[in-house]
């Protein structure tokens, strides 16, 4: 009798252990049934909580206890849902997502909470350009690098400058990636016009610190666009014409599982942007004469959903702009031309239900070409970079905690600068170009656990091995990443990073307007692997559920900087990089804040960014450490958007910060009857500071989710404020040379421009 009782107990043990586990699996979309990836997927009991996050398809599956279970399902960019459910048997749960109303979106950690809250990382956040369309802008359309600028840590460029400047790094320590593939010149006339063309942009992603193990290769941040990425269900075409520029983008379904975006944009009416900027009486500080500008680029998707395991998509992405300047006072004539080109074809597999796997092959090129007249001499300089690379990546769980692990390989070719002169003292230098070659390999991997209810935890490391052909030495480099973020409430949080960085491509500035001059050198002889180590803490809270508050520290360390003194200009046939570049070290650190409103008739953000930026190379300043010449001190911007009723708009923003540093003469004197300038510290003066209000109007004749037809009006500069780009002394010395009077003169590139657009969609 024990027997059988015992062996009675054991059976039913053995029973309730196997029905205590079932199985839910199912797909998260979007309303146009469109997979909605990196949806993260909550189960809450009364004791313990399951997280899932769904793959490249969409779909999830996981192994839960049976029982009663609150879900909460959220995506970036979309409404949040909350379900509760009781679970006896495997069951196949889907669920439709909405589209969220409000513009920009951070990187969303949930809480065990019962009410609908997002927390911030506070270094990351992703937006919907389409969002944007009240902001002004010059093409009446959103500009992402301007959006950019007006987040905290972002330093505003100011006006000739379409670079960005995040937590006081260089411009060319930014990781800028357009399908996963690398972008090495990204301005559209010293960034007056939007770079990247929107109505073909999905969203773009924004990382500070680059806190992602599975990207590389730059010490500062990223800033990852990402074009459309559905099948297109009906052909369709949007875009927006105006009196500078114009574009269109079509959307051509092919059949229901195949379809393609093509866009283009150009601009058409020099008659009308060379008076902008010409030296009449009304600008007589302006720099320019006699100045015409063009571009033009083009956007290609193709999309093709084979089944339900796999996804095929090819991008690409060309630009070209040409600037002519004619001087007739000096003599001169200039052409300027840079272009970009990039494909990339990227394969996606649902290995299983909690596996996927990513292929993908790109190639770019960045190059640009100066050719100069002026009087009998011809100067011709030229460089470019070349860019093919190969990744895989497989994301999936273990234990219901998110893996990714990926590899990377990149070929780099590039030719810094070959400079040809004629005529100059009956001489002619022709420089033999210098082509540097070299491979760089990654390994990567990221996990994110949930470490308790409320901690969670990005860990990521890279390893990277950077091999040049000829000359310079090998790297062997690991680069550990972490981001840890921790709820003690259903409205606050706190979170704090580490990241580790190492760069061997440079971008080398040769002017301080950011003209596209400036070229590219890899890591060889005489040019060492950059390196950064950065540090942030921050907290967020939510404020009366309407205000999103945060505020957050940085500290980033940067070793072998490189400085490059002589410009364009540098003509000797014996000189080589090794010689010509300084080598130094810098850091930078600061506060950031932010307080933004998502909901209402009005919505807009208040950020203020105060920081600091120094260099010390041996070369320069005695040794001693000085201020970069992008150090900005304060950097605030105000942006607001008003929804009057379905048929008006308004937007506005105003942009205040510290003006950019430059070097000038602190004395003159005679010796032997010749003028001499003597220096003080390095970059020991400031420009004034910058002020902008830029205001917007839009008129919609028609709006509805399929067709728009709206007028936009917008004035950049509104209150017509001289802010120079740079300072020439002009000096004045008398008959006797006994006096030397120097007037310093501010030069400008524009003031106030205003513009029209229509844009429309059907």
Known sequence: MKAFVLSFFILLCLKLNAQSKITLEGFVKDKNLQAIVGAKLVFISNTKRYTIITGDAGAYAIKLPEGLYNIEIASVGFVRQNDKRNFQINTVLNYILAKENSSLNEVVIFSNAKKKLSISSGNSFTFIPEKFS????????????????????????????????????????????????????????????????????????????????RNGGRLSATVAVSPINKVPTNFSVKGSLGLLASQATFSIPINHKMGLYLSGRKTYVDEIIAPLFDSSDKNKNSDTKDLKYSFGDGNLTFIASLSKKHLFTVDAFVSGDVLRIADSNLSLNADLKWSNKTVSATWKYQLSEEAVMANSVYFTRYGNNLSMEQASVQLNIGSYVKDFGFSNSVKYTVNNIPFETGLQYSRYELQPQKIDVSNLS???????????????????????????????????????????????????????????????????????????????????????????????????????????????????????????????????????????????????????????FFVGSGDSYGLEWMLKKNNGKFKGWLSYTL?????????????????????????????????????????????????????????????????????????????????????????????????????????FNTFNIENPIYTVLNVAIDEDKQKIEVNPERKTLYSILPSISWRFKF
Request: proline share 5%; aromatic share 16%; with cysteine.
């Open 426 to 580: 009956t001489s002619t230098i022709d420089q033999q170009p210098l082509i540097i070659k070299a491979n760089n390999v990654a390994f990567y991997t990221v996990v994110k656990p949930c470490l308790s209810n409320k901690l969670f935890a990005e860990l990521g490391l890279r390893i990277n091995y950077y091999a040049p052909d000829h000359g310079g030495a090998y790297y062997l480099r690991a680069e550990p990443r972490l981001l840890l973020n921790y709820i003690p409430r259903e409205n606050s949080s706190f979170f704090a990073s580490y990241t580790r960085q190492n760069q061997y491509l440079n971008l080398v500035t040769t002017s301080s307007v950011g003209i596209p001059t400036d070229f590219w050198v890899a890591t060889s002889d005489g040019i060492p692997a950059q390196s950064s180590n950065e540090f942030s803490v921050g907290y967020n809270q939510i404020v009366k559920k309407q205000f999103d508050f945060s505020i957050s520290n940085f500290y980033r360390i940067m070793n072998n900087l490189i400085e490059y003194p002589y410009g364009v200009t540098q003509f000797n046939e014996i000189t080589t990089f090794k010689n010509d």
């Open 611 to 715: 920081s600091w930026a120094n260099r010390q190379f041996d070369q320069i300043n005695e040794g001693k450490r000085y201020f970069a010449k992008y150090d900005r001190r304060h950097n605030l911007a105000i942006v607001g958007t008003y929804d009057l009723n379905t048929k008006w708009n308004f937007g506005i923003t105003q942009i205040y910060s510290s003006g950019n540093r430059f070097t000038t003469p602190t004395s003159w004197y005679f010796i032997n009857n010749n003028p001499v300038k003597e220096y003080g510290k390095y970059n020991n003066a400031q420009l004034p500071n910058y002020i902008r209000t830029d205001v917007s109007l839009n008129y919609y004749f028609i709006k509805t989710r399929d067709k728009e037809s709206a007028l936009n009006f917008s004035v």
């Open 134 to 213: 009240s902001i002004p802008s010059m093409m009446g359309v959103p500009d992402i690098i301007k959006l950019l600028q007006l987040t905290p840590g972002v330093q505003n460029s100011g006006d000739a400058n379409g670079y960005l400047y995040v937590r006081g790094s260089d411009p060319g320590h930014n990781l800028m990636l357009y399908a996963a593939t690398p972008v090495y010149g990204m301005s559209h006339l010293l960034g007056v016009f939007p770079f990247y063309n929107p109505d073909h942009v999905q969203e773009v992603h924004f990382d500070k610190s680059n806190s992602n193990a």
